[in-house]
């Protein structure tokens, strides 16, 4: 009976002391660092890129620009030193959540022109109902085999925030991405578009316009139903 106890108590003993060690070596773990990250709203996989690699999230490597349009702007957690594939699941589990909630269910192809059309129209517009006019434009000169003229096409080009005013010779860059030079989408989005402006490529808005530009004063959106009437608001909006 003595040594039942004493094996028993030697037991318990043995098990609170590896129970305490348990604690103090979880206590002496420290956190992995971690950061949280703002995706502003048209930055480019570019943008995006470096912005990860000067907050620590990405050191050695970079998302891939087939990525662009498809790295929702939001709010995100990242450990520091994340691997690219941790950083890129995260962002796809986002984006295809984001799309879930907007109700956006079509094919992998469809979904590609709605991003190509979306990036378009948030690099062009700011205002939510005009986002939804200018798509609608867009949708009806691809459909109709017109150049579709964004001039955010040539900056994207040019890799230039700003690149306007846009001069005759920019409309002449040989680049599939060039709207003036080629007719149809660009090959692939130009920005990581937002939810208004995803929104506003699947459901757009019709309208009898087939042109539309932002005036110098505010970034007003001025549309044109003909194409002499869209000459006439170059020279009244534009100066030109």
Known sequence: MKHFIFFAGAFLLLVGVLSLWGVVRHQNIPETPRDTITIPEGWTVSNINRYLQERGVLVDKELSSSLEGYLFPDTYEFFLGSTVAVVQQKFQDNFRAQLKTMGIDV??????????????????????????????????????????????????????????????????????????????????????????????????????????????????????????????????????
């Open 107 to 240: 094919s992998e192809d469809h979904l590609r022109e709605i991003l190509i059309i979306a990036s378009l129209v948030e690099k062009e517009v700011q205002n939510v109902q005009e986002k939804r006019i200018v798509s609608g434009i867009l949708w009806k000169r691809f459909k109709g085999e017109i150049p579709l003229q964004v001039d955010a096409t040539i900056c994207y080009i040019k890799q230039a925030e700003s690149c306007l005013p846009i001069t005759a010779s920019d409309k002449k860059i040989d680049s599939e991405y060039n709207t003036y030079l080629y007719k149809g989408l660009p090959p692939g989005p130009i920005c990581n578009p937002g939810a208004d402006s995803i929104l506003a490529a699947a459901r757009p808005a019709g309208s009898p316009y087939w042109y539309y530009l932002s005036s110098d004063a505010g970034g007003e959106t001025v549309f044109a139903k003909t194409l002499d009437e869209h000459r006439q608001n170059i020279i009244k909006y534009l100066n030109e």
